[in-house]
T-cell receptor, first 114, second 112 residues
Framework: EAQVTQNPRYLITVTGKKLTVTCSQN?????MSWYRQDPGLGLRQIYY???????DKGDVPEGYKVSRKEKRNFPLILESPSPNQTSLYFC?????????????FGPGTRLTVT | AQRVTQPEKLLSVFKGAPVELKCNYS??????LFWYVQYSRQRLQLLLR??SRESIKGFTADLNKGETSFHLKKPFAQEEDSAMYYC??????????????FGKGTHLIIQP
């Protein structure tokens, strides 16, 4: 089954404790992206990657890091989480180069930073 | 920078009534526009895209470049349409796409 998976689905952590949220897709998609969803703010893009070893900042990259060493994986790293990073995070992937593409979203990771 | 505006945070209509979810965008080029939907406890998924000119689940959306709008419409709402709806825009550079810019979303509630 074609899908995007994220782990963990729920995470409660404390300020300053490094964490990684994994994202994996099995559709051989070139493009992957991370979003955060907050009430009243909708979805905002954090980082995206056009292909292996190619990453770019989205609209709200501060406090986050990503890496794209393999095509299927795109982990989101919070080196020193803070309470304002409490949010619902979505990973997405899509093919690149099509005239009109569809992003496939993961199930989301709910992160709480205390 | 591109921007997507959904003026209504919440829209409540009765079953069988027409629905229109508004979306306006600002971008000087030729963007591609989408509607994504998120049903309760489900992941975000594509509903329709302007380039396909399709009707999905009875919903249609027409791109109006003069008004820079991409409103989502359905003539007769059904209870299962209750969900969060996001309008999104993407730019195309070099044949690819840089990503999606989302509006803040409209929560559609269909009352029985």
């Amino acid at each position: 089954e074609a899908q995007v998976t994220q782990n963990p689905r729920y995470l409660i952590t404390v300020t300053g404790k490094k964490l990684t949220v994994t994202c994996s897709q099995n559709m051989n998609h070139e493009y992957m992206s991370w979003y955060r969803q907050d009430p009243g703010l909708g979805l905002r893009q954090i980082y995206y990657s056009m292909n292996v070893e190619v990453t770019d900042k989205g609209d709200v990259p501060e406090g986050y890091k990503v890496s794209r060493k393999e095509k299927r994986n795109f982990p989101l790293i919070l080196e020193s989480p803070s309470p304002n990073q409490t949010s619902l995070y979505f990973c997405a992937s899509s093919r690149k180069g099509q005239a009109s593409y569809e992003q496939y979203f993961g199930p989301g990771t709910r992160l709480t930073v205390t | 920078a591109q921007r997507v505006t959904q003026p209504e945070k919440l829209l409540s209509v009765f079953k069988g009534a027409p629905v229109e979810l508004k979306c306006n965008y600002s971008y000087s080029g030729s963007p591609e526009l989408f509607w994504y939907v998120q049903y309760s406890r489900q992941r975000l998924q594509l509903l329709l895209r302007h380039i396909s000119r399709e009707s999905i689940k009875g919903f249609t959306a027409d791109l109006n470049k003069g008004e820079t709008s991409f409103h989502l419409k359905k003539p007769f709402a059904q209870e299962e349409d209750s969900a969060m709806y996001y309008c999104a825009l993407t730019l195309r550079t070099g044949g690819g796409a840089d990503g999606l810019t989302f509006g803040k979303g409209t929560h559609l509630i269909i009352q029985p």
